[in-house]
């Protein structure tokens, strides 16, 4: 049972991780601006929310 638990916990990360960068890549750099985010930070602010959640 601890695997599968494990598993389900690792699926969830990714997914969250995937939708992050998918949304913040879809937001133009003025948007990403106004939220203090750049280009370059995307993947590490979706490896943030991912472990966050």
Do not use: C, H, K, P
């Not at 690792?10 to 750049?38: C, H, K, M, P």
């Amino acid at each position: 049972m601890f695997l599968w638990g494990l598993l389900a916990r690792q699926f969830r990360r990714w997914q969250v991780y995937n939708r992050t960068v998918a949304e913040l890549s879809g937001l133009d750099d003025r948007s990403l601006a106004d939220i203090n985010v750049s280009r370059s930070e995307i993947r590490s602010v979706a490896r943030t929310a991912a472990t966050a959640a």
